[in-house]
């Protein structure tokens, strides 16, 4: 079981020195838990890689390369935004794999650290996402990108 609980606190100037959020941005709070283990005849997904990439600002050629790496052929691929993707990076995103469906699951639950188990849960959860690769990415406080790749093996 791997997750975290992020609770936010007022006022939010309070709580925007821990984490920092733009005016339009909502300010979430959240749990969000995954079930990991190695017994494949049940699973609904399968976890390929967590990859911190300290070094990485350019998210859009992070993700090609990722894309390359562990896409199938003909596989639908899948980018989940998360906290700290701006649009600048899905404009980038768009048109280096412009193929690619590309969602923003803050837009249900908010801004918060915790909320990259709640897309992720929710991608491989929703029985109308089709099956395919998923490479979920989000920048941790430094900026670093943070990928995390799964292939969703059921709808």
Not at 53 to 74: F, I, K, Y
Not at 121 to 138: D, R
């Amino acid at each position: 079981l791997v997750g975290g609980v992020d609770e936010n606190f007022h006022p939010r100037s309070a709580h925007l020195r821990r984490i920092r959020l733009r005016d339009d941005q909502y300010m979430g709070e959240g749990s969000g838990w995954l079930f990991l283990n190695a017994r494949a005849g049940t699973a609904r997904a399968e976890l390929l890689a967590v990859d911190n990439h300290s070094d990485g600002e350019n998210m859009a050629a992070l993700c090609q390369e990722t894309v390359v790496r562990w896409r199938q052929p003909g596989e639908p691929v899948h980018l989940l935004t998360g906290y700290r993707v701006e649009e600048n990076d899905r404009a980038l995103l768009r048109a280096a794999l412009p193929d690619a469906n590309i969602e923003s699951y803050t837009v249900r639950c908010g801004a918060y650290p915790a909320a990259a188990a709640f897309g992720i849960a929710t991608t491989i959860e929703e029985k109308s996402f089709p099956t395919g690769l998923i490479v979920h990415g989000n920048r941790n406080a430094l900026g670093h990108v943070m990928l995390t790749v799964l292939r969703k093996l059921t709808t």
